[in-house]
């Protein structure tokens, strides 16, 4: 059942070897997936685009007839969360584009999500209805007001079936307090407050209070000419509310604890790994620049993704990492071009596994790449509609730096980096991912599991 990863993969359980479907989102810009996130318990898979709209799947339940065969993802909900807007003041416009989702556990029968642009955070509430009021005193039953005096009795109102209905409501809208543009939202684990992360600040919000949030990072210098980093990127701590941590295009890594000081300004911890100076080279700064941070479920580790690595770091140890896994290392020889064509500035994004023992992240031509931490082996596949029919075997894919090509290798100057995967996710518990592929969607699934 493993013999789509040859020999060298045959033990990895981890083998993502049947694609649970290709999901087409359209053509156009407006549809290119910008986010995609599973809920807490993997029901639900929620991508947004550069149009504005939030699509919701929902995963089928196991059929009678096949048991043992696992539900399909199918579109439960489409909204347009986010509207272009302008900026009078600044004459700006604001990008109707969903930079990041992020679900809220599960309460009661419906389901709650934020999905944010650049300058607007709102929180949705999506739900079901399967029935509608009859029976009015005062309307017909097409809504019109009927006249007062030709009712002669009165009517109860009554519940009757109707054609399931999923409707999407925003709750709140969280506006007017980043002046950059947002590029991270995170819940909180008291499930009573969120941040949001701009290039220079970090905002707590109270999901209640919609009209004020509070400043907890700040590092806007009082010169904008002395500005050397940005934030990247922001998450809070899996079961402490108290911590977080942010990146930044320095290429380092901030733990604050929000017990320390109002304003997080003086970090706890600093995460920091000491340059080579053999490697350095015109574009080590802009190739260092951590695009994501995540935090590992245990809350004992933390994953980072700069332009070539991916790198794993114990919160105990801050002066280097405690694992370096080279994404595409063959692309060194080509950073010049890549920063010719504006790839270089490309920010890719990093996932783990339900129990943290594999991580995944994208590359370019559609690759997306796999590290099993304890076994030490990884694996490099491929999301594409030309040989992902439904249920076949992915094949590990090889890259060719120079010399002799085998016939199932392909040579990195043949690499297309129009087509990138920045935007993944896996299940939380289960051997599922979402790959992300420009404006397409790939489910795929563990064959063994």
Known sequence: SLAGF????????????????????GVTEADIISTVEFNHTG???????????????????????????????????????HEPEFDYLKSLEIEEKINKIRWLPQQNAAYFLLSTNDKTVKLWKVSE??????????????GRLRDPSMITTLRVPVLRPMDL????????????????????????????????ADDLRINLWNFEITNQSFNIVDIKPANMEELTEVITAAEFHPHHCNTFVYSSSKGTIRLCDMR??????????????????????FFSEIISSISDVKFSHSGRYIMTRDYLTVKVWDLNMENRPIETYQVHDYLRSKLCSLYENDCIFDK?????????????TGSYNNFFRMFDRNTK?????????????PRAILKPRKVCVGGKRRKDEISVD?????????????????????????????????KVN
């Open 6 to 25: 040859g020999n060298l993969m045959q033990d990895v359980l981890w083998c993502f070897s049947q694609v649970k479907g290709t999901i087409d989102i």
């Open 43 to 81: 029901e639900l898979l929620a991508t947004g685009d550069k149009g504005g709209r939030v699509v919701i799947f929902q995963r089928e339940q196991e059929s009678k007839n096949q048991p043992h065969r696992r539900g399909e993802y199918n579109v439960y909900s489409t909204f347009q969360s």
């Open 129 to 142: 209805r399967d029935k509608r009021p009859e029976g009015y005193n005062l309307k017909d039953e097409d």
């Open 165 to 196: 209905m999923v409707e999407a409501t925003p709750r709140r809208v969280f506006a007017n307090a980043h002046t950059y543009h947002i590029n991270s939202i995170s819940v909180n684990s008291d499930y009573e407050t969120y941040m949001s």
């Open 260 to 281: 320390a000081s109002a304003l997080c300004d003086r970090h706890a911890k600093f995460f920091e790994e000491p340059e080579d100076p053999s490697n350095r080279s």
């Open 348 to 360: 890719f994004e990093c996932v783990w596994n339900g129990s943290d023992s594999v991580i995944m």
């Open 377 to 389: 082996r990884d694996v490099t596949l491929e999301a594409s509609r030309e040989n992902s029919k």
């Open 414 to 446: 043949s690499l297309d980096f129009s087509k990138k995967i920045l935007h993944t996710a896996w299940h939380p518990s289960e051997n599922i991912i979402a790959v992300a592929a420009t404006n397409n969607l790939y489910i795929f699934q563990d």
